[in-house]
Nanobody, 120 residues
């Protein structure tokens, strides 16, 4: 049974930093793509960043997080991270970890989400 468990969310002031963690278990993730999504109140869920499990190739969505957020993974720990720096109030959202096979488009596995709140 695949499980993705996020941690590291919280309340931070604008300009601060947080590191989210996603502990993955239940299968080997070789060939998978791991991603962080976020959903702000009243908005659709959007992808933030993704990384290939094996090669560590990264993708960042749009310009809003480039240069501020960094996705990484530790294969030995089966954990994916999202380092978030220079946080802004508009980064406030529930952040979700997700996983999909590299040869499909849909994400099959989701975590429960972790709340990130950035105060101005």
């Amino acid at each position: 049974q695949v499980q993705l468990v996020e941690s590291g969310g919280g309340l931070v002031q604008a300009g601060g930093s947080l590191r989210l963690s996603c502990a993955a278990s239940g299968r080997t993730f070789s060939g998978y793509v791991m991603a962080w999504f976020r959903q702000a109140p009243g908005k659709e869920r959007e992808v933030v960043a993704a990384i290939t499990w094996t090669a560590g190739i990264t993708y960042y969505h749009g310009n809003s997080v480039k240069g501020r957020f960094t996705i990484s993974r530790d294969n030995a720990k089966n954990t994916v991270y999202l380092q978030m720096n220079s946080l802004k109030p508009e980064d406030t959202a529930v952040y979700y970890c997700a996983a999909r096979r590299g040869d499909v488009d849909n994400y099959d596995y989701w975590g429960q989400g972790t709340q990130v709140t950035v105060s101005s």
